[in-house]
């Protein structure tokens, strides 16, 4: 696939087409869906013709891609960590990531609060959740999800945004329903029930070949790669000058 920015704009507005036809079908205003590039594998000169296209919102799944892409972000860049974090990586997330979408430990919260502190930063959380219960998946199991949210520390340094979720790998969106429809329970249930969670509106959840069932089931971020990039090539190597 050839990135340049009309490429990006073209993909971009048959994915925003998208949006706007599942939010019109749910009754909800597009302006609550917003749109994740998930720039994962791909080249520095993607990430370069998404930004000419209008992209803003930027996710990678490892922190070294987040780092060699985005350590000198472009203007109004915000960068997504949307995989797996580890907490040997977790100083490195800390100083680039502006939000991480798949915390589901406490300790590596606490570690995140440290390392914010340390950085003078102010970290959004998102908290994976595992509903699907796939083995390939991480992220907190559905019992651990309250348990969880109520052990949260409160700390001026993170602030927790809501819910992640991966819909099931099954080539049908229709399976993902019931997942996406429990993350939005769980943040229901715990937006605004005290301080913490005063700004626990997001739910991160539908890709895309599910984005349309993650909107009518309330997703407030769609993280999109394939439909915007091309299908990832992941022998390749994953920045270029």
């Known amino acids: 696939m050839e990135f340049t920015p009309e490429t990006m704009a073209a993909n971009a507005a048959a994915v925003q087409a998208r949006i706007e036809a599942a939010c019109a079908k749910c009754g909800r205003d597009p302006s609550e869906v917003h749109l994740l590039w998930v720039s994962k594998t791909k080249p520095i000169e993607a990430v370069r013709a998404a930004y000419a296209a209008g992209a803003r919102d930027f996710g990678e799944n490892r ?3 987040l780092v ?3 350590s000198d972000p472009l203007p109004g860049v915000v960068r997504h ?3 797996p974090l580890q907490s040997n990586k977790a100083r490195k997330a800390a100083a680039c990531a502006d939000v991480i979408h798949s915390v589901a430990s406490l300790d ?4 995140l609060d440290q390392l914010a502190e340390e950085e003078n ?3 959004r959380l998102l908290f994976q ?10 992220g907190l199991a559905p019992e651990e999800v309250e348990p969880f949210l109520r052990a949260l520390p409160e ?7 809501g819910l992640m979720t991966i819909g099931p ?5 229709e399976d993902a329903r019931l997942p996406f429809r429990r993350l939005r329970a769980w943040r229901d249930a715990f937006l605004g029930s005290d301080g913490r969670f005063a700004r626990f509106s997001e739910l991160s959840m539908g890709m895309s070949e599910d984005l349309e069932v993650a909107i009518e089931e309330g997703a407030t971020w769609v993280r999109v790669g394939t439909a915007l990039f091309g299908a990832r090539d992941y022998g390749a190597p994953a920045t270029k000058e």
């Open 63 to 65: 922190v070294q891609e």
């Open 68 to 70: 060699e892409k985005f």
């Open 81 to 83: 960590l949307i995989g």
């Open 108 to 111: 590596l919260v606490r570690r």
């Open 121 to 123: 930063r102010t970290l």
């Open 129 to 138: 959740v595992n509903c699907s219960g796939e083995g390939t998946k991480s």
């Open 155 to 161: 700390t001026p340094r993170l602030l927790y945004s």
């Open 169 to 173: 790998n099954t080539g049908n969106p």
